[in-house]
């Protein structure tokens, strides 16, 4: 068992981090947040950097990198902005992971150079209003007529629409087959006629956000399906890897985070003449916190691992998940009772880590969901 970092990767954790400082100070990350503002600069540079082509083959212009390369940049991502680091993950993942995966080499030829020079950013709309944790039960279909797609129906909680060039849609194309059979994932332009897209307020992920779309008769091209007709099921499976890895990665990034300021603060903060940090109320509270984060670690990188040897499994993606989200949610809110008071307060970021990791426990499965695969899998 090996349980180092190669020296590109440290070299590469501390590029990525050197970037970080300069183009995502808390300043910054405070104003995209309190303004709803995406942090479209520090995308760019590190587009213009080269790391959204991390993963992608280096014949299509990327660099080639593993699960582990990817963890590592999600990871310092989310440790400097998790709104950054959610939509360097769609862009990966729905975007460049999927065509690498699905695509034809029509597709790999056309999308992948632009997405490795940062030119194309993704979006994915699975959810509707009646389809949220039985996702398989959604209605949104597209009717094939004179060789084009027509596409009508509506998704809700399409996170960075708005600012995505492309949405992988997930939705029905044929009538007969139900649940998962006769689902298809198309590649669709956002600023196609007949997509609207309303942003949705929300208590956290207030730079970015999400989004609620309408699709009323929007015409695509039969070339925009990803993965085949009736395979859209299979598709969004196997970028699952993909989703929990980034997702866990850029959580426990932005828990770490959220944890050194609550150490530093229960350092400095005194009350009755010492450090609150003294008290063991608070001390066992920041161990229990480290805990939680070398957990989440070990689980993100040792997924990784797996995917990297081909043995990554669903349950193992489950248990990342539920896990890590559930880590962040309470480190969060202990960080928050460190801070006591001031943790209430606009002013402290660590509210900001508060609404943020709540999202973690809901969006892309819930952790009852994540429950019911674990339970599963031991044959409940
Ligand atoms: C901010 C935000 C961003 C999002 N981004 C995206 C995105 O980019 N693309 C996208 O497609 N989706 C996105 N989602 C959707 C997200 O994945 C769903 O909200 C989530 O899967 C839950 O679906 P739901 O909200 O409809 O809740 P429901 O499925 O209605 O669940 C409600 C409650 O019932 C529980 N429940 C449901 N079924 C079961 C069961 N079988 N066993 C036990 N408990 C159950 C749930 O766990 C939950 O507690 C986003 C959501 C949010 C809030």
């Known amino acids: 068992m090996d349980f180092s970092f190669t020296q590109d990767q440290d070299e590469m954790r501390s590029h990525i981090r050197d970037l970080l400082e300069k183009v995502c100070p808390p300043e910054y990350v405070e ?18 950097a080269g790391w959204i082509g991390l ?26 902005f998790e709104e950054l680091a959610m939509w360097v993950f769609r862009t990966m993942t729905w975007g460049a992971f999927a065509i690498m995966e699905h695509g034809t080499s029509e597709q790999k030829n056309k999308f ?11 979006a994915f709309g699975l959810t509707e209003p009646e389809s949220g944790s039985d996702a398989a039960a959604l209605t949104t279909k597209a ?43 198309l590649m669709v332009d956002t600023k196609s006629k007949g997509i609207e897209i309303h942003k949705i307020e929300t208590l956290g992920h207030r730079s970015i956000g999400t989004t609620q779309v309408f699709y009323n008769d929007v015409e695509v091209s039969e070339d925009s399906i990803i993965g085949g007709i ?73 997924f990784a691992w797996s995917i990297d040897q081909g043995t990554a499994s669903r349950h193992e993606a489950a ?6 989200s559930e880590s962040y949610k309470s480190i969060a809110d202990m960080s928050l009772q460190v801070f006591g008071g001031y943790g209430y307060c ?20 819930t952790s009852e969901i994540q429950r019911n695969i674990i339970a599963k899998s031991l044959g409940l």
């Open 346 to 365: 606009m002013e402290y970021p660590v509210q900001r880590y508060y609404r943020d990791a709540r999202l973690s426990v809901i969006g892309a499965g």
């Open 143 to 185: 009717d094939l007529v004179d060789g084009k797609y027509i596409i009508n129906g509506q998704k809700v909680f399409s996170s960075g629409m708005d600012i995505s060039d492309y949405c992988l849609v997930v939705l029905r194309t044929s009538k007969e087959d139900i649940k998962q059979k006769g689902i298809t994932t």
């Open 230 to 302: 009736g395979n859209g099921w299979k598709v969004c499976d196997s970028c699952l890897w993909y989703e929990r890895l980034c997702l866990s990665a850029a959580r426990t990034g932005a828990a770490t985070a959220c944890f050194d300021l609550a150490v530093d603060y229960a350092k400095n903060r005194e009350q009755f003449g010492r450090p609150i940090g003294k008290f063991q109320g608070i001390s066992h509270k920041i161990a229990d916190m480290k805990v939680m984060l070398e957990l989440s670690r070990m689980l993100f990188y040792k």
């Open 55 to 80: 993963i992608i083959p280096e014949e299509f212009g990327g660099a080639g990198g593993s699960a582990t390369d990817l963890a590592i940049l999600l990871e310092e991502i989310g440790n400097k």
């Open 31 to 48: 104003k995209c947040d309190k303004d709803g503002v995406p942090p479209y600069e520090a995308y760019k540079a590190l587009c213009d």
């Open 112 to 122: 992948l150079p632009l997405i490795a020079k940062g030119q194309l950013s993704f």
């Open 319 to 324: 248990i990342l998940k539920l896990y890590s």
